[in-house]
Each structure stands twice: as C-alpha cells, then as structure tokens.
C-alpha cells in the first residue's frame, strides 16, 4: 500500500487543503514525538524527514511541536522553521518523561505523530486522541551493533515481538514497501500500514561533468551500522583494478578513529580521504563531482544519500538491504549487491562507461519523480484521516 502515484497526478489534496480540513473540525494543534531532532549532533535522515513534514505542516496553519531528548549545547527550547521544539530528558529517559508530560498535558494538543526509532513510545497504551506511528525501518540485526548483547536481545525482543501487538490498530506509516513488508512479517496488519516515499531536496541538481579521477564517495554517520570499516575493504579491492580510484567518506561519528587506523593500516591515507561534515553547498558538489555513490550500511529505512546523490546524475552500488532496495531500483538506477560482492562491483561499473552512464540517467529520472512535498502531504493525509474519522463518531 504505497504512496507512489502516477507522474502528474493532480487529484489528491494540497498540504494546505487538509490542513484546513483538520482546523475546520477542532484540529489544530499537532504534538510529534521523536528520539532527536534536526539540531542534534547525531541526527540523521529520520530526522531530516521528520522536520520536512512539520515545517510544511506548520506553514499550512497547523501547530507543530516537536518534543525529542535533550542534547548538550542546545537550548531546552528552540523555533525552528515555524514548529516549536522542547528537549528534555537523555537519550533514555525522553521516553517516560516525553510519555508523562503528554499526559499531563493532554488538553494542550489534538493529535499526535509517534516517531518510532527503535524504542517505542507506545502511543497506542496512553494517547487516545488521532493518532499516526511513523517508522522507518526495523532494526534487527542493528541491535548488536547499538547494544552489548543482553540489550541487544531486550531491543529485538521490543521491537519484534513486545510492542507490535499494541500497534495493529495503528495507522503505521513508513518510507518505503521493503519497510511496510517487514513489518507484515511481524504481524502488523496490512491495511494499517503505509508506505509514503521520502523526498530528495531541490539543492540536490546535476551538473555537467565529474572529477577526472573516479571518485566515489560515502555519506553517514560514521557508525558501525553504517560498516564504512567493511566499505574500505571494498575500495582496496576495487583499487587493484582501477589505480586512479578516490574514495571520500563524510560524516562524522564515534567510528571515525577505527577507519583513521584501517586507512593507516592499508596505506590508503592518499586516495581514502575523511572529509568530516560538510556544508550543503560542499555536499553537493561532492555528489555532481562523484562517478559513484556507495554504502555498506547494514540498514537503512530508505537510503536518503544514495536518492540526493542520484538527483545530481550519480548512480549508486550499494549493498543489498531493504532500506536500499527502496532507494535504488537494482540494474536500473544503480546495483545491490552482497556486502562481499561490493567492491568488484564498484570495479565492475567504473569501468563500464556506458553502463555507469545508462545508471546515472535512470537514477537521475527517478529522483526527479521523489519530493518532500509530496512526502509531507502523504503522511499528513494518514493522520487526517484518522482526524476526520475521530470527527465523523463524534
């Protein structure tokens, strides 16, 4: 049950249409729960998402506020892009504090969106009012790479069999069908789940020609999740059949002094380059520059960098997860492989022009079909309908 609708399509309601809808029938005010937010040193494209839908949602005369968890150097308190945010609580504790203020003060708001990351807020329990989850991917096997192991199990045991029951009633939104099919898998119903692609931001724009060398390059925390160890690896590999090969990894995170090392450890300190984080305008230029964009990521619920980088005309290889499968259609706008399998790849396709440049055409077509408008008007027609049916019983 997808969002995807034909190119051109002009009969579903505007943002601003259901926005109305909503106010007209005493919903104004929008309470969205979520572990972090945009500002937050670790954030990523959950959180990217997130503030696309409320800024728009806000300017369509809806108000958003966004309670998440408290990160240092950020005020408790923050206006941002026409939406409030509140953090209070660590990285664990936001959840029963965020829970326990909602309860209080649950005059204060008309509907509510429960981001799920992992650790559920279990909306379902204690929020009676319209209501929505959005999740962006199962973990699974991610747990043993957050958690030591007797956490690990406790994550799993949460997200795969504790809290799904509380959520087949919900309507449960997520950015892709691999997503909407694992949560099948566990047992949440069909009809309640929903799949509304994500978007690519219009800065993201192709430009003519790429660097001279052939340039890969990786965005993402670095992270173990993210497995940018195992994708250096990879680019050794490839190096033995393409001696120009440039490989740029940006992000930053907790696993950086583990890839300093490997780098170190392979000799790779003058073609793998650590480019730390970049501005919008940098990124963007290292996408239309690339030949390649690559990740050896465990799990995504989408994939957003490999889409930004496809909306500039670079094609991806990219292991093969359920978060890439909805990002990169496999042979057409790019290629999933095994994480083995990756850096032959890689080789494989910088060195078929034709076929690289087939990639980047696709790639770049689809993009152009993917925006945070129409991403943000398919999750707020979820809660609508919840909205308005709450309305039509009174």
């Known amino acids: 049950m997808s969002n995807e609708a034909a190119p051109g399509a002009t009969t579903e309601p505007s943002i601003e249409q259901l926005a ?14 979520a572990w972090r937010d945009l500002d937050d040193p670790d ?47 660590s990285r ?29 807020w279990l909306s379902p329990v204690w929020c009676h009012k319209p209501r929505i989850t959005f999740l962006h991917h199962v973990h699974g096997p991610m747990w043993d790479q957050l958690l030591p192991r007797p956490f690990a199990f406790m994550g799993r ?11 087949r009633r919900t309507l449960t939104m997520t950015p892709s069908d691999a997503t909407r099919d694992e949560l099948l898998h566990l047992g949440f119903r069909p009809e309640r789940v929903v799949a509304v692609n994500n978007g690519v931001e219009e800065m993201f724009q192709p430009a003519d020609g790429h660097a001279p060398l052939p340039t890969i390059v990786c965005v993402g925390r670095l992270a173990p999740v993210k497995r940018q160890d195992r994708l250096i690896d990879a680019a050794v590999v490839a190096k033995r059949r393409v001696p120009d090969l440039q490989l740029v990894i940006v992000g930053e995170g907790p696993l950086r002094p583990e890839l ?41 619920g989408w994939g957003l960098t490999l889409t930004e980088a496809a909306a500039c005309g670079t094609p991806a290889v990219a292991t093969d997860v359920n978060g890439h499968r909805s990002s990169v259609v496999d042979g057409v706008t ?33 993009a152009k079909t993917l925006t945070w408008e129409a991403s943000a008007r ?6 609508h309908g919840q909205v308005m049916a709450r309305a039509a019983r009174g």
């Open 20 to 33: 109305a809808e909503m106010i007209g029938v005493g919903c104004r005010r929008v309470h969205v729960l």
């Open 43 to 89: 954030a990523g494209g959950s959180e990217v998402h997130a503030d696309h839908f409320m800024r728009r949602w806000a300017d369509a005369g809806l108000e958003v506020t966004h309670r998440t968890s408290f990160a240092a150097g950020l005020p408790t308190h923050a206006t941002r892009n026409g939406y409030q945010v509140v953090r209070k609580g």
């Open 92 to 120: 664990y504790s936001v959840f029963p504090r965020g829970v326990a203020r909602e309860l209080v003060s649950r005059k204060g708001y008309d509907a509510l969106v429960e981001v799920w990351n992992g650790v559920p």
């Open 157 to 167: 045991a949460v997200e795969a069999r504790l809290a799904p029951p509380f959520y």
């Open 260 to 300: 300093e090392a490997r780098i170190a450890g392979h000799g790779a300190g003058g073609w793998i380059h650590l480019a730390g984080k970049l501005t919008h305008e940098e990124l963007v230029a290292l996408y239309q520059n690339a030949w390649l964009v690559t990740s050896a990521s465990l799990a995504e």
């Open 334 to 366: 790019g290629v999933l492989v095994p994480l083995e399998q990756l850096g032959e790849t890689i080789a494989d396709v910088l060195l078929d022009g034709p076929r690289r440049t087939a990639l980047a055409d696709a790639a770049l077509a689809r």
């Open 378 to 383: 398919g999750v707020l027609a979820g809660l």
